[in-house]
């Protein structure tokens, strides 16, 4: 787990490479991103949106990103919650994890149902997208309080597909 401060907010990142593309998680919030080297500048596609990358050298321990030639001052830290936070790494925000598709796509197979009690990245959706079939997984443990789709339902990118409590 990755705790990154961009713009005066601090987010939770982990980033999991799925094949040719990556599985970056912000916050528990997923995304599938694409992610191209073109002259030392990152190209990324995340959804239908593209971003230019460059990230200038380190300076006591933190950065500036340029996102589409606009300044970012970002730090990166891998260090432990601190007290008061949960000991799992969630967010200081409680309430329901809201399992999202990450990109459009088409499900594939449900492999939980409401009132199920899951563990920390327990399978719970299968979603093609991309022609790649993606296991989505929880982040923490809870119980299935809704799963809003059903197999083979075409979903958009963002849609809830699982809320956990």
Known sequence: MLHVEAGGRRRAVEVVRIGDTYLVSIDGR?????????????SLLIGTKSYEISVGPPVGGAMTVHVNGVPVDVSVSTSRPSAGRAADGA??????????????????????????????????????AMKMENELRARAAGTVAEVRVVEGASVEAGAILVILE
Do not use: C, F
């Open 30 to 42: 997923d995304h599938e991103v694409d992610v191209r080297n073109i002259d030392g500048t990152l």
């Open 91 to 128: 967010s200081e925000a409680s309430g329901p994890q809201r399992v999202t598709a990450p990109m459009p796509g088409k499900i594939v197979k449900l492999l939980v149902k409401a009132g199920d009690r899951v563990e920390p990245r327990q399978g719970l959706v299968v979603i093609e």
